[in-house]
């Protein structure tokens, strides 16, 4: 799967250097005349890097990065509150250790 986005982003980097002219004059646009060959080749490669780079950062970004809306992570209230609803602790001590959570310096034992 890297492989395949990999080669979709060197294909995609081949396109926008072809079409903003770095292997010589870009594409002719017909009918605009001179004063737009330049810039029309220009603007469409503004547009692909516009839409290439949050693309580019979504795709490439580490999977060891902390979000905390991932299904896969769970914060420590999650844990603390899955671990009560299964009966591993009891009231007292859900609510202490909650008020410790919530602290910004927690208690030591």
């Known amino acids: 799967m890297v492989a395949a986005k990999v080669v979709f982003l060197v294909l995609g980097l081949l396109l926008i250097v072809y079409v903003g002219g770095f292997f010589g004059p870009g594409p002719l646009v017909p009918g605009l005349g001179p004063a737009f060959d330049q810039l029309v080749p220009l603007a469409v490669s503004a547009v692909l890097a516009i839409v290439a780079v949050p693309w580019f950062l979504r795709t490439f970004r580490g999977t060891a990065s902390?979000?905390?809306n991932?299904?896969?992570v769970s914060s420590a209230e999650e844990i603390?509150?899955?671990r009560y609803a299964r009966g591993d602790l009891d009231r007292t001590r859900f609510f202490l250790m909650l008020d410790d959570l919530k602290a910004e310096s927690p208690?030591?034992?």
């Open 80 to 82: 603390l509150r899955e």
């Open 66 to 68: 902390s979000n905390r």
């Open 70 to 72: 991932s299904p896969g």
């Open 107 to 109: 208690r030591k034992a």
